[in-house]
Structure formats: structure tokens, C-alpha cells
């Protein structure tokens, strides 16, 4: 194994100059066990950044500067493979091998833990977590691959061009005068927190049927707090207009019947998965995991973060923590954009006035890890009837934007309707429908 990473590093030493950046890409640090072969590698990297030429000359001089004479025969005993090795004009092949041999080593590790754990204690709860995060961290090396630094440069300027002509590089939610400020890239973990009895449910199952059926996104839903069927019944209510209540007691008439037989067979629908029950953050993983490998997820939205299942033996504020760092963790290392919904406490609302990001310091470090957070806001639940100007603030909820790493953090009104968790943006000039994918079955639906 050791002969395969000395050729692979002296492969890099030795490829023109037009392929070391595309070769270097591929190659991972952690590959690398012994620190005379991390040291060469971190150089080739520093010269690669500094867009200087890579040749054992250059190398050699690099490990000079940085005091670390001892590295520099290393060196040369790695082109010297080279030379006899006919790799070098299969570095691609060599390049998997060393992989599969990093992944391999990550197996053994999680089998002698396994092994280890049963000799000594029977635990299927530990059992289970050594075993899912084994599954986890061999699926994550298997999806994810490590970008250069010119890499990187290349792909921020190519996204530049494609945006310029209207390909965006990430996800919009299909709401007016959200898209323009708010566009999720895959790294990004978005909060929506709100007080209890603020919509958040609701709002969760509009934002599904929009990036479903008007961005045409697959979206995985997690759903901790209630049934399956209660969720499907108040996304059918929102893509039909039908109050969700008539459908849950059966009051519906034939003809709203068929709108929802319509709704429900559109192909979009197949956007849309369902995941109910208590989760924790190794389960959520697992099953992104699966899905992505099935090319069946873009986004994820969990209702809400604080009802994901946490370590026990640790503090509120360690366990929501634990959390939301989990969360970010996924989107950062899985490419999955994330929407996850949070709970307020009650005492943040005393007043009626609108929540702000200190309401969040006593829930973790949801701040910290999320690249995007709102609040939802509802005057009308705090006996509010009317705003200063006179308007009626009845059905009126507000999308406050508090934090925006690469945007603006406006406040965005909306009219709701709750028996059919509808939020429709208001424009100046009065209440504008959504954007629609669709229509037929219901010529007034603002969706």
C-alpha cells in the first residue's frame, strides 16, 4: 500500500503541467497515513495554489523552505516508482485503488469495533450507531469528492456564467420577493423558527408544494410530529383549495373529489417523500443517504429540529446543539440544502412583538450553524386586528428574514389560509397569486 501512495504523489510530480490540477483534485489528504507522504502532498497543494510548477525540483525546494530536509530522498524515492511504473499513464486506475484501500481500512475499523463491543457488553443500541455511522461515513467518502483550490475558482466562475444567463447554482423557493434575496446553494442549512400556533406546519407544507410543483424539486419531507396521512391530506387541501378538515370527516362533493383525484395524479406528486416517526440525526442520515444514491432528493425540509431524537445524558441546550450541527453536517458533507423548521419558546412571544435572533440563544447554536434564518410571525393571534395605518391584519403573516450570509434580510407579507395551508405573497398592490406549474383542476387556485 505504501509503494501505490508513494507512486500516486510521485505520479503528481511528474504529469505535464496541464494535468496536475485535474490529477491533484481526485486525491485526498486523508489517503495518507505516514506524515513524510501528508507533508509532500501539502506542498504540491501550496504549489498548486500558487500556481507555480510541480517537478520533484520544485517539491524538493518547498520542503527546504518549510525545514523539512528529511522528506526531500522521500521524494525522490516516489519519482523513482514512477519511472518503472507504467501507472503513470493510468493514474486514474491508480487513483480508485488507493480509495478503495482508504475505504477498506474504514471497514476493518468499524468491524473491530463491532467485534470489540460484543465481547465485552451487550448494547444493539450502541451496536446500531457504530454500525450506521460506519454505513454513513463509507457512503459519504463514496459520494463526496475533494475539490482543489483552483478547482474551486474555476467552478465559482463557471456558476458565474451560467447564472448569467439564468441558470442559477442552487435552489429558489418559488415564492415573489423571497427568490430574489434567498437562494439555497447545497452547503446551506436554513431555519424557519416561530412561536407555537405560528403556521410553521403550514408553512412547511406550502413551501413543499412549491418547490414540488413549481420548481419541480425533490423534496423529503420529515415529518416528526404527525402522521403521514395528516400531512398528505393538508398538502392535498393546499394544492386543491379545499378546507383539510372536509376532507378529514368526509364532507367532501364529488366534484371536489375529482380535483383531488387530479391533484394527486399529477406527476409532480412523485417530487414529494413523506417520512414520519421520531428520527435522530444517524437515521436522517441514512435514509438522505439511500435516496440521494437514488437521485430522489434535491432538498430537505425537517418540521421541526427540535423534535429529532438526541443523544440522552446531555443538557436542552447540548442536545439541540448536537442537533443542529448534525444538520449542517449533512448539508456540508452530503450536498443537501436543508429547510428545518424551529420551535420559540412561548416566553419569546410575551408581548406579541416580533421575534428576533437573541429568541434563538437558548436553543443551541442553531444560529451559528444555519446560513439563513427567518422567522414567522402572526399579529392576529396576539389580539393585533390592526396595524398602525388601520389596515385589517386578519389572515396576514409576516416571513422575517434576520440573518442572510449573501443577501439582504427583508420582511415579507403574506395573506394565509389555514384550513388549506395556503400562503400567498402580497404585492403593493394587493394579494398576488404564486407562480403556477398547473391548472385545470381548479380555475381559482392561487397556487
Known sequence: MNNLN????????????????????????????????????????????????????????????QNNRQYVSYASDCISLVTSNSMLYNYDALIEIIKLEYLNRGVVETHNQLVSLVSTEIDLNKYIEILEKGIVQFNAEMLITEDSTMDVVMNVLSRHE?????????????YPKIDSHILLEPVDLMVIGARPAMGKTSFGVSLTTQLAFHENKKVVFFNLEMSNAQLMRRIIANLTGIDSNKIKNGYCTNDELNRIHTAVSMPQMKNITLIEGSHNIQQIKMKLTKLKYANSVDIFIVDYLQKITPTKNKSRYEQVTEVSNGLKYICQNMKIPCIAFAQLGRDAGKHGNRPILPDLRESGEIEQDASIVAFLHRPEYYGKDFDDAGNSMKNFAEFIVAKNREGDTPIVEFNLDLQTSKWIVIQNNGFTPNKTTYEGFNNDNPF
Open 162 to 174: 451560467k447564472a448569467k444567463k439564468g441558470e442559477l447554482g442552487g435552489i429558489v423557493l418559488g
Open 6 to 65: 508513494k507512486t500516486l504523489l510521485g505520479i503528481l510530480m511528474e504529469v505535464k503541467p496541464e494535468q496536475v490540477k485535474t490529477c491533484f483534485g481526485k486525491v485526498k489528504q486523508d489517503w495518507f497515513k505516514e506524515t513524510s507522504e501528508q507533508t509532500i502532498y501539502t506542498c504540491i497543494q501550496d504549489l498548486i495554489v500558487e500556481n507555480k510548477e510541480v517537478n520533484l525540483l520544485t517539491v524538493t525546494s518547498k520542503l527546504m523552505q
